[in-house]
């Protein structure tokens, strides 16, 4: 196997999609973020947002933590140790493809 | 996965993990308009007594007043084009940074008239000091140039007092001139350039 294929399938499949990658990139950011600032920020429906986050919460990407402010309900997530090492190594599979098709094109 | 596509993905991570930490709705065109508020300002002074506190107060204000309600009408204006909430999490992490620098400013400028004597010449230097260090406090929210510029002006604000306690009041206003006035017009360039290409661009819709 080429170490190009390799690199592909060494891709974590639960943040290659990019619903979830969008989720894991924008709690990369900022330390928590509300449901509703999520949704907005990534412009996700409700039930959207809702299966990838529980899908990236039973991995142990994300936890998801429920609480009162006021009266109003409010949702807010933050992305794990073990989420934020899948998703630089993520990044790092990602600029090692690209750096590798650049020797390439060198080559 | 192709490799164009990965570069591609990366460049969509970057533009998204700015969008949900960045402050987006700084317009170019309020930058532009502060900058040539200040510039005007500045000019009056030609015809105008900058050593007389009421025509100094008159004109600032009006030039601080006018750059205010610049940005606040080029963010409610953004904000419609891009779709995104005004009173954002940016937006009260922003606000909340600047704050101490906007009261510590308020309470010199009252201060320095108050004292009388001509003190008054010395706030040019004050406000770029306090600005300067509002807008580094709020470089990790706001585009790099912020940074930028709160270290030009925090550069500028220290010559200023220095020449105006050493040479005389008539360097304040020349120098408030250059480092807020010219410094906002920079900063207006550079993000009216960024907004065109932004909208030439639109990497985010892509995806989410």
Known sequence: ?107 | MEPRQAAHTLEVIRTLMERTCQYQLLTARAGLAAGCLTLAGAASFLLLDASNPLSFGVVWTVVFAGSLCATCLGTVARGRERGERIWSRQARAIILALAPSVVAGFVLTVFFFAVGGGMHLYLPSVWMLCYGQGALATSAYAPAPIRYLGMALLLFGGVTIGLTFALGESWAVPLMAVGFGLGHVALGIDLLLKERQERSVKVFREVA
């Open chain 1, 1 to 107: 196997m080429n170490d190009f294929k390799r690199l592909v399938e060494e891709l974590d499949p639960l943040l290659h999609e990019r619903g979830r990658l969008a989720i894991v990139s924008a709690l990369a950011a900022a330390s928590q973020l509300t449901f509703t600032e999520l949704r907005d920020t990534l412009e996700m429906t409700d039930g959207n947002l809702s299966v990838h986050l529980q899908k990236l919460e039973d991995k142990g990407y994300v936890t998801i933590a429920k609480r009162f402010v006021g009266r109003r309900p409010q949702t807010s997530c933050q992305l794990t140790r073990a989420g934020r090492q899948a998703f630089v190594l993520y990044l790092d599979h990602l600029e090692a493809l690209v750096h590798q098709a650049r020797g390439q094109a060198r080559a």
